[in-house]
């Protein structure tokens, strides 16, 4: 089993239901949280970035410290009606509703030390922020301007057990390209007609699907186009992503598409209009880095090993890496991630909060 006061502040997160955008009342609760421990509250302005209905919140402790510890408080489905099921080893919906774990674990084992480690007295300075829209646009983290002492952080956001922590992941850059032909009668003058989705047909066979490499991959997940059967098709639309663990290699395979699609359009008299941007960019923390060397200082007294992982898949540490903030993001142990079978470990969850705590009750040097 877990802690009682672990278990109650799960509970009392797990029984809001807040999706990407609708997180204020998670954002209330971190107040009223905060406040009932006399620590100053603030919400910044992410809801203008998010178009949601709440800011990030924003905890500083004495002062906000050097680093900071955070989590996101939306979930990317509705978690209303949960039914939390208590097994043997583990917590888990009834299988109707995801169990919120992303990331109510994370924000859970931050308020738990948080609490903890204020009635202890020995809490140092720091900084918590509680983002929002993770799940949709990272725009919580985009937005979120660290105060000039924050040097470095921690994400408790990952589905891997503690002490893992993602200490490489890829970049996704994500595009859309529009084929442009031109529409005829498909039976009286097929021959005026271009069709757009000919054009895109050929062009996407020299697409690079899949495994590009040990950190690249290649997908194109949706087209769309055409009216009517009895009309050459004039427009196609098709939108994919490439990740990549290098920005350079990732620009690169994607100015190759580009130039395939080209050609490909210039010999059908067809003409090509495409967009491209990073979603979220690579990082990599080395053991030589603060947040690595921070942590590695906590799980060592907690008789661990950090256990560095890479991943393809982006967090609010992308974002924050790209500010130049260096973060790694925590495992947390919340498996299964947006599925009805998502669960947690007893086990997992008390290491990932012993870590909050160790993160808010040491300094580095
Ligand atoms: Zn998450």
Redesign the pocket.
């Known amino acids: 089993m877990i802690d009682e006061r672990l278990r109650q502040i799960f509970e009392d997160l797990t029984n809001i239901n807040a999706t990407s955008g609708n997180e204020a009342p998670v954002a209330e609760y971190i107040k009223a949280f905060a406040e009932r421990l006399g620590l100053e509250f603030e919400m910044d302005g992410a809801a203008s970035l998010s178009g949601g209905n709440s800011g990030n919140a924003i905890v500083r402790i004495k002062g906000g410290g050097n680093h900071y510890l955070a989590?996101?408080m939306d979930t990317?489905r509705s978690i209303e009606g949960l039914k939390r099921l208590y097994l043997e080893d583990r917590i888990t919906s009834d299988g109707t509703t995801p169990l919120g774990i992303?990331?109510r674990g994370?924000l859970s084992s931050i308020l738990y030390a948080l609490e903890k480690a204020v009635a202890d007295g020995n809490i140092k300075p720091c900084t918590l922020v509680f983002t929002v829209c993770?799940?949709t646009t990272l725009a919580g983290s985009t937005f979120y301007t660290p105060d000039p002492g924050i040097r470095y952080g921690f994400i408790f956001?990952?589905y891997m057990s503690p002490p893992a922590l993602v200490s490489e992941t890829c970049g996704l850059l994500e595009f859309d390209f529009t084929f442009h032909g031109r529409s005829s009668h498909a039976g009286i003058a097929p021959e005026k007609g271009i069709s757009a989705i000919q054009v895109a047909c050929e062009a996407i066979t020299k697409f690079p699907y899949g495994k590009l490499g040990e950190k690249d991959t290649g997908n194109i997940g949706k087209i769309c186009g055409g009216t009517a059967t009895n009309v050459v098709c004039d427009e196609v639309k098709v939108s994919g992503e490439i990740r990549s663990g290098n920005l350079e290699e990732g620009e690169r395979r994607f100015r190759k598409v580009v130039e395939d699609f080209e050609e490909v359009c210039r010999k059908h008299g067809a003409t090509l209009e495409y967009r491209s941007a990073w979603d979220f960019t690579p990082y990599h923390i080395h053991p030589e880095d603060e947040p690595y060397r921070h942590f590695e200082k906590v799980v060592k007294a907690m008789g661990l090993e950090p256990l560095p992982m890479k991943s393809m898949g982006g967090?609010d540490a992308n974002a924050m890496n790209k500010k130049g903030i260096k973060t790694i993001n925590l495992g947390v142990g919340?498996q299964n991630?947006h599925g009805n079978d998502e669960f947690i470990l007893y086990e997992d969850f008390t290491r990932a909060a012993q870590i909050a705590y160790g993160l808010m009750t040491t300094t580095l040097e």
């Open positions: 989590s996101h990317p992303d990331d994370g993770e799940e956001d990952s967090s919340a991630p």
